[in-house]
């Protein structure tokens, strides 16, 4: 049986229903931070690169490098990127790794033995092992391209940690869960574990914001500590001050 996938906003409403039917807790988070964004992408060769890209850099770094990356391969494909020279990928900005993966990724894309978009037919699982089966996609990337490009209504980036960390705002949780407590947790969720993704990173995010408007708001007060190293200075100076001399 196929997975479900979530391509339209209609797909992402039939997955928020059977989730806050099947957990409670979903609706509650629902409620208090609203309807999640669709998150998709297009996928193949080029979305999957471009997750790679990004890795470990600022959104402002993985910009420019990507917009070279565009501008110098056209179209940017497998082909192009098996055909290049590894130094005139540095010169674009990519590190070493990053290029031995994107090489090993579109060498197995152009040979066959990753068939991209074929694996939002597969299971989560299957299609999580085929792509961690290529050198230079890791368990995140894999997931990653699941949810946002494929639309796999069952992906779950369990090691993704603003995820982890949302799982442990929203459910009060006493520490923020590991990526093999995370696959446990979601286990009740199939086949809807991406719709939990969203959920949760949307609450973390609505959550977060909430918490710093609080605190910015909050009176401030000085700590009798702080007050007294304040004071210390003027004091400090009527004491060492000059004193006129007593007459005789």
């Not at 069952?154 to 520490?175: C, I, K, M, Y």
């Amino acid at each position: 049986m196929t997975p479900p996938r979530i391509h339209t906003e209609t797909d992402l409403d039939t997955g928020l229903a059977a989730l806050a039917a099947a957990d409670g807790r979903f609706a509650a988070l629902l409620a208090a931070a609203g309807r999640p964004p669709l998150r998709r992408r297009s996928d193949g060769f080029a979305a999957l690169a471009a997750i790679i890209v990004a890795q470990q850099l600022s959104t402002a770094s993985a910009n420019a490098i990507w917009g070279r990356l565009e501008a110098a391969f056209d179209p940017l494909d497998p082909d192009a990127i098996v055909r290049a020279r590894a130094a005139r990928l540095a010169r674009l900005g990519l590190s070493a790794p990053k290029i031995r993966a994107l090489k090993a990724i579109a060498r197995a894309v152009k040979n066959g033995d990753l068939a991209l978009t074929a694996l939002g037919e597969l299971a989560a699982e299957e299609a999580h092992a085929a792509l961690t089966a290529v050198h230079g996609i890791g368990p995140w990337t894999a997931d990653i391209y699941l949810l946002s490009c494929l639309g796999h209504a069952d992906a779950w980036p369990a090691g993704d940690l603003a995820l982890q960390e949302a799982a442990r705002v929203a459910f009060a949780l006493e520490s923020r869960p590991t990526a093999k407590e995370m696959v446990a947790l979601a286990e009740a969720w199939r086949p809807w574990r991406a719709v939990a993704a969203r959920i949760l990173w949307t609450y973390y995010r609505i959550a977060t914001a909430a918490a710093k408007t609080a605190k910015d708001r909050a009176p401030r007060r000085d700590s009798g500590a702080k007050r007294r190293a304040r004071l210390a200075p003027s004091r400090k100076r009527r004491r060492t001050g000059t004193k006129t001399p007593r007459k005789r």
